[in-house]
Structures are given as structure tokens and as C-alpha cells.
């Protein structure tokens, strides 16, 4: 399956960005999705996971209570809700599949998509 993350740009620090990412080739309704993201020079770290069905997520700690993931099997899209954004999560989002119903470990992701940029200005 081929994924798409979009939704990036340009906010100040404290605002808010919904990033969507899509899927082309076939249905990733039936697989977790996660969101990850990625500075320069440093590891692509776990931001967020949801289940199949949506019934379970989880979350990285720096983004507990200001990012929401969810999704909408029906239009075959994972979202992610960002508040209170701050400058050093100024970084490339990626989203990703696994083929399980449900996981959070980078390793259990093969279907990555392109990353979008996400720049917050102080």
C-alpha cells in the first residue's frame, strides 16, 4: 500500500495543524497506522498509533494531551491533531502501516509513506 502524508506548513508556536495521511493501491482498513516524525541527524521517533477498527491508540509522552490520532476507514484516512505545537517539533512527519490490526513498534511499520514538513516559528 502506498501512503501519503499531507497537511504540513508553516504555524506559530502554540497553534494547531491536522495532518491526514491517505492510502492508494488498496485499503488499509484493516491495518494499525502510525504517525512518526523525524529531525535532521536524529531517529525517526513513534509520535502515534491506532488500531484497525480506531478502538485503541497510543502516544509518544511529549505529545500526550495536545495530539489527537483517529481515523476514517470509510475514506480510507488517518488523521493527526496537533495542538499547542512547539518550535522543536519543527520536523518531517511520516505515517506509516503495519500489517497487524494493532502495533506501536517502529519494526511492525513496512508500508511507509513520503513525510510532510511541519515548521513551528517561535
Known amino acids: 500500500v502506498q501512503l501519503q502524508a499531507f497537511g504540513g506548513g508553516l504555524v506559530q508556536a502554540g497553534g494547531s495543524l491536522r495532518l491526514s495521511c491517505g492510502a492508494s493501491?488498496?485499503?488499509?482498513?484493516?491495518?494499525?497506522v502510525g504517525w512518526f516524525r523525524q529531525a535532521p541527524g536524529k531517529e525517526r521517533e513513534f509520535v502515534a498509533a491506532?488500531?484497525?477498527?480506531?478502538?485503541?491508540?497510543s502516544y509518544a509522552d511529549s505529545v500526550k494531551g495536545r495530539f489527537t490520532i483517529s481515523r476514517d476507514n470509510a475514506k480510507n484516512t488517518v488523521y493527526l491533531q496537533m495542538n499547542s505545537l512547539k518550535p522543536e517539533e519543527t520536523v518531517v512527519y511520516y505515517c506509516?502501516?503495519?500489517?497487524?490490526?494493532?502495533?506501536?513498534?517502529?519494526?511492525?511499520?513496512?508500508?511507509w509513506g513520503q513525510g510532510t514538513l511541519v515548521t513551528v516559528s517561535s
Open positions: 493501491g488498496r485499503t488499509f482498513s484493516n491495518n494499525a
Open positions: 491506532i488500531s484497525w477498527s480506531g478502538g485503541i491508540t
Open positions: 506509516a502501516a503495519s500489517s497487524r490490526r494493532w502495533a506501536v513498534t517502529r519494526a511492525d511499520f513496512g508500508s
